[in-house]
Nanobody, 124 residues
Framework: QVQLVESGGGLVQAGGSLRLSCAAS????????MAWFRQAPGKEREFVAA????????DYADSVKGRFTISRDNVKNMVYLQMNSLKPEDTAVYSC?????????????????WGQGTQVTVSS
């Protein structure tokens, strides 16, 4: 397993940008598929974006396509989520997660390692 720590959250106005980072420790980070999930108050956790172990394949929720970009640096053991054109409905706690492989429809139950999350608040 890997240990994950997120950073980069904060308060931003609608239309603004934030870049979330996820630092991973532990061996074999580069062999894991990585993903970002989010959970808003009173709502279920939802998938945001995922990337395979090589960084050659990505997947996005329809609600963030064209606005968010997931990337990874296997040398630095980092995963990033660049969020542009933020909307108030993007407000949530964002968590990164690791899984042995990436499926066609990533689900939270497939990911065994999780960070503590970072709060993103978008004001209107």
């Amino acid at each position: 397993q890997v240990q994950l720590v997120e950073s980069g959250g904060g308060l931003v106005q609608a239309g603004g940008s934030l870049r979330l980072s996820c630092a991973a420790s532990g061996r074999r980070f580069s062999s894991y598929a990585m993903a970002w999930f989010r959970q808003a108050p009173g709502k279920e956790r939802e998938f945001v974006a995922a990337i395979n172990w090589r960084g050659t394949s990505t997947d996005y929720a329809d609600s963030v396509k064209g606005r968010f970009t997931i990337s990874r640096d296997n040398v630095k053991n980092m995963v990033y989520l660049q969020m542009n054109s933020l909307k108030p409905e993007d407000t949530a706690v964002y968590s990164c997660a690791a899984a042995p492989s990436l499926t066609a429809t990533p689900k939270a139950t497939e990911f065994g390692s999780w960070g503590q999350g970072t709060q993103v608040t978008v004001s209107s």
